[in-house]
């Protein structure tokens, strides 16, 4: 989150806001309105955070979320079984598109995450596996400005150790920690933010599928 200031922002409207969207509404501020925090309890949503989130990596997320649609139709809509059969045709294809993020490393990874994804799958659900990290709770935090969010925790270190030891790569505890904001398993807008208290009643009523 690349902040233009470090308290809540109060908009036009007397909507006070997290910061890192800024003061003018569109895209990102309609994600941080509709999207971010909230929980996320279905396996193909998961999995396409998860890759969006390794493909943000060393980018902003407001560049990943103007490409969102690119990515979705350059990555069979983040079906894990036809991403996991990518091969050399489709490596090509997606490095000469314009649309995404042309990063050979970061694409080979998305193949390779969709295979891990389904051998995971053949065990558990990946929301179940997930969301296990949390106890299937999530961590309700109170923050008031962005400096004290961390950047990742103990938790989110041990979960990248897991997934990548499952064979899943771009999943470093920088990464994760976005992931685990942006799915809702840790709230963290901050508690002046509109959002802070409506995320939070999402997330205590959250029932995980079984």
Same mark, same amino acid.
């Given at each position: 989150?690349?902040?233009?200031?470090?308290?809540?922002?109060?908009? %036009?409207? /007397?909507?006070?806001? +997290?910061?890192?969207?800024?003061?003018?509404?569109?895209?990102?501020?309609?994600?941080?309105?509709?999207? *971010?925090?909230?929980?996320?309890?279905?396996?193909?949503?998961?999995?396409?955070?998860?890759?969006?989130?390794?493909? %943000?990596?060393?980018?902003? *997320?407001?560049?990943?979320?103007?490409?969102?649609?690119?990515?979705? @139709?350059?990555?069979?809509?983040?079906?894990?079984?036809?991403?996991?059969?990518?091969?050399?045709?489709?490596?090509?294809?997606?490095?000469?598109?314009?649309?995404?993020?042309?990063?050979?490393?970061?694409?080979?990874?998305?193949?390779?995450?969709?295979?891990?994804?389904?051998?995971?799958?053949?065990?558990?659900?990946?929301?179940?596996?997930? *969301?296990?990290?949390?106890?299937?709770?999530?961590?309700?935090?109170?923050?008031? /400005?962005?400096?004290?969010?961390?950047?990742?925790?103990?938790?989110?270190?041990?979960?990248?150790?897991?997934?990548? @030891?499952?064979?899943?790569?771009?999943?470093?505890?920088?990464?994760?920690?976005?992931?685990?904001?942006?799915?809702?398993?840790?709230?963290?807008?901050?508690?002046? +933010?509109?959002?802070?208290?409506? +995320?939070?009643?999402? %997330?205590?009523?959250?029932?995980?599928?079984?």
């Amino acid at each position: 989150m690349n902040a233009p200031t470090n308290k809540p922002v109060k908009q %036009q409207q /007397s909507v006070t806001r +997290c910061p890192w969207p800024g003061i003018e509404a569109g895209i990102y501020a309609d994600y941080h309105d509709t999207e *971010w925090g909230v929980p996320k309890l279905d396996d193909s949503a998961l999995f396409e955070k998860l890759i969006l989130e390794g493909f %943000q990596a060393g980018l902003s *997320w407001l560049t990943i979320l103007r490409k969102r649609e690119n990515f979705r @139709a350059g990555f069979a809509g983040f079906d894990a079984e036809r991403l996991a059969r990518f091969d050399a045709r489709d490596i090509a294809r997606l490095m000469a598109d314009t649309g995404i993020v042309r990063n050979r490393a970061k694409i080979d990874a998305a193949v390779l995450n969709a295979q891990a994804f389904l051998e995971l799958s053949g065990t558990q659900s990946f929301t179940a596996f997930l *969301w296990g990290f949390v106890d299937g709770r999530p961590i309700q935090n109170r923050f008031r /400005s962005i400096s004290e969010i961390p950047a990742e925790t103990e938790l989110s270190k041990r979960m990248s150790k897991e997934l990548k @030891a499952r064979g899943f790569r771009f999943v470093g505890p920088t990464t994760l920690y976005a992931f685990m904001q942006s799915v809702g398993m840790v709230n963290d807008h901050l508690v002046a +933010c509109h959002r802070h208290e409506p +995320c939070a009643n999402l %997330q205590r009523r959250i029932r995980l599928p079984k």
